[in-house]
Structures are given as structure tokens and as C-alpha cells.
């Protein structure tokens, strides 16, 4: 295949799409310097000029790097993100890239972790913003094993307020209380206690992406502790 | 055996008792007309005649069987509970129950449902209050396969205000949210829809005795919702 993809950002999950893709695609790597955030400093050109270019860039690093690569994006090329939320990814990506490119919007909902022993099986929310492109790429990673799972940046964001909102806002309430499995726990709350270790190492960056970046995130924890504190009546 | 064993209460967990016990001892089954409150009508001296005399009543009729089972306890009887709470009903057996008699106060950790197909394996919190006739007790319920875990009325009540409280508001949470399974559910949050699941049908009978009638439920709500809702910053 003479596909050429290039991955941005080259942390965690970055590393697990270029062990995927290595022998598939000629596979170009590209860190824009996280840590001192000084893109200038970083040479995006060669990255840019790939028919596949996927953002694996913290969503604070987002802006930035689309404003670096969109001069040097090659016609037809697709840029694929894959951020936690998906409405605000999908506007900068609008907004920022040239119309000659194609756009994807996606969440892989696996990580290094969870993914150790391989992705079959795991799946990825998939919102086509632009083009065909995506169909191909789709149907490489069906090949894989992977689920590959349409839907649009706003379903994405609203299903995912209460699916990772809420898990982290409920671990996050049980680690205040020192919460952890007890002689007297009954199934349902060892459940609970599974539920919160499972997201307990995520990282700070993600907890903040999922909390503050969902338009929708703010809305259902309000109604679920309201709920929840109704629940005391 | 010869043992003499009455159940006052003959609703779900009533029956379970009974079922487990009519091999083993001579059962009596007394039920103190639960829906009419109206004790005066139902003769309750045959069943505190026995040996054991099990109070399988909501919390909110123990007071009365108490007072009503009183005069009729024989010397050397061992009269237990199995509330949900146990710092209310250890305190009415101490201060209702004649000092003849031996008081034991327990938490069954299973259900009618949860042990279908028996109690092996189960456990039951155990609360020797006075005398050591528990200790009988317990060697057959352990011969039974019952994994009999000893505590104290508050410890217990801490512990579960925790395990019972917080599983029952969460649920109660997502229920409000309509939260169900979900295309992009994680394992985590699969892991929260089936812990919800699994206490969706109690009784509103016993959600109301674990939330209001746990003295330390309160504060343990409190500090969980205040720590949820900290997750947002």
C-alpha cells in the first residue's frame, strides 16, 4: 500500500495507531513539542503533505496545529482527529482547514490499555464531516476487527456526557470518600467500585476534556445530582 | 432437633428463612397483619414462645412486635433481626426485650432473589448484642454454606451507608437520566448500568430504611454529592 499517514503527536495513543498502521502505510511520526507549546519551533510541513493526517494532539494543542498544517495540506488529503469530545474538534477543524481537504471526526473508545492485546473488538465513534475518504479508511479498520460506529459530533457529545461524565463524576465522588471494596459489599456496589478504578489512571488532561469540553457535559451532571440528592427524600 | 424457631414476618424474606429452616427445627410462622399496623388482632404469644424468635418485620413495625412479644419471651430465648439498618433495631431490642432473653442483630447480605438457588456462599452481617446463644446460631448457618461476617450496629451502619446508600443514589441518579446501555458505553459505564440494574427492584420499603433510617447515611450522602460535584472544576 502506498498510503502515507502521518501521526501528530506522538504520546500514548499516538504510539498505538503507528504499531497499527506501521505495516499498512508508510508512516510518518510528528511531535509539535507538547510541553513548551512552541509550534513554531516544529517543522509540521512534511506531516502536512500526507494523504492521511490524523491529530493525536492534546485538544488544548488542537487550534495550533491545524493553523500550522493547513497551509501545506495537500488536495483530497484527510485529517482525521481523534479527541475525546467531538463538537469542538469538528468546528476548529471546519473553521481552520482549507476546503480541498477532507475532514473526520473520531473517538476511539480504547486506549494503550485497554487495546494492549490488540483492537479487534474495540470500537470508534466515527462522525464524516467531509468527503468520501473516510469510507476507505473505515473499511481498513472493519478489516482489523475494529467497530466502527457512525454517528455526528453532537449525539457523540451528548451520549458521551453521560457515559464518561458521569463515570468520572460518580469515581471522582467515591475516591473523596475513600470508597473501596468492603466485607458487606453487596454485588451492585462491587460493581461500582470496578466502575471507578477502571477510570482512576486516566489522565488529568483527558478528565478536564471530557468535564469542561462537552457542551453537553455541565447539563447532565447538574440533572444527575439532582437526582441523586433526590434520591435522599 | 428439637429447637423451636418462630418467624415473625411473613413476607419474602420470611419465607426464605422458612424454607431454610423447616428441615432443621420445629418453624413457626407468624405474620402480624403488616398492612392493617393492627397488632392487638393477631396472637403473638405462641410465636415468642420459642427458642428463636426471628423479627423478619419492616423497621417501621418492630417497635410494636417488640412490646408485644415481650411478656411472652422465655428465659434463655435468643430473639434476632434481620433489618437492613442496625443501630435503630439493636437499640429497641435492648430497650424493649426483657434481660432474660439473648439479642442478636443481623443484616442478611441476600434476597429472595440473590438466593434462588441458595444461600451458599452468601453472608450475613453479625451483631451478637447479649448472651453467646448466637454462637449456635451461627456454627449452623455456617454448616450451611453462609459466610457469617461479625461487625458492630455502628460499624455496620457506617460501612453500609456507603455500599447501600450510594449504590441506591446513583441509581436513582441515572433512572432520572433515563441512562441506560449505549452504543458507546465503556466498560466502566456498563459496569454503573448494571449496578444500577441490580437494585431497581427494592422495595420502597427498604430504600426508605437504608437512606432515612441509617444515621450516618446523611453525612455520607453529603460528602459524595459535594465530592461529585467537585469533579466539575
Not at 152 to 176: K, N, S, Y
Request: charged residues 20%; hydrophobic residues 45%.
Amino acid at each position: 500500500m502506498s498510503l502515507s499517514v502521518s501521526i501528530i503527536g506522538f504520546g500514548a495513543f499516538g504510539q498505538l495507531v503507528a504499531r497499527h498502521l506501521r505495516d499498512h502505510a508508510r508512516v510518518v511520526i510528528c511531535d509539535p513539542a507538547l510541553r513548551s507549546n512552541d509550534l513554531s519551533s516544529v517543522d509540521l510541513t512534511g506531516a502536512a503533505g500526507c494523504d492521511i493526517v490524523i491529530l493525536a494532539v492534546p485538544l488544548s494543542q488542537m487550534q495550533g496545529v491545524l493553523g500550522a498544517i493547513a497551509p501545506h495540506l495537500r488536495p483530497g488529503a484527510l485529517v482525521a482527529d481523534v479527541a475525546s469530545v467531538k463538537l469542538r474538534p469538528a468546528q476548529m477543524m471546519r473553521d481552520l482547514l482549507p476546503d480541498h481537504v477532507q475532514i473526520l471526526a473520531t473517538h476511539p473508545l480504547f486506549g494503550p490499555e485497554s487495546a494492549r492485546d490488540g483492537i479487534a473488538g474495540h470500537r470508534i465513534a466515527w462522525c464524516p464531516l467531509r468527503g468520501r475518504g473516510h469510507l476507505r479508511l473505515a473499511r481498513f479498520l472493519r478489516g482489523l476487527g475494529l467497530r466502527v460506529i457512525p454517528t455526528t459530533p453532537d449525539d457523540h457529545d451528548r451520549e458521551m456526557a453521560v457515559v464518561q461524565g458521569l463515570t468520572h463524576l460518580i469515581a471522582r465522588g467515591l475516591a473523596d470518600l475513600g470508597a473501596g471494596s468492603s466485607r458487606l459489599g453487596t454485588a451492585s456496589y462491587q460493581r461500582l467500585i470496578e466502575a471507578a478504578a477502571m477510570v482512576q489512571s486516566d489522565s488529568p488532561e483527558l478528565l478536564r476534556t471530557i468535564l469542561t469540553e462537552n457542551p453537553h457535559a455541565a447539563a447532565i451532571r447538574q440533572k444527575f445530582l439532582r437526582g441523586a440528592a433526590g434520591a435522599a427524600i
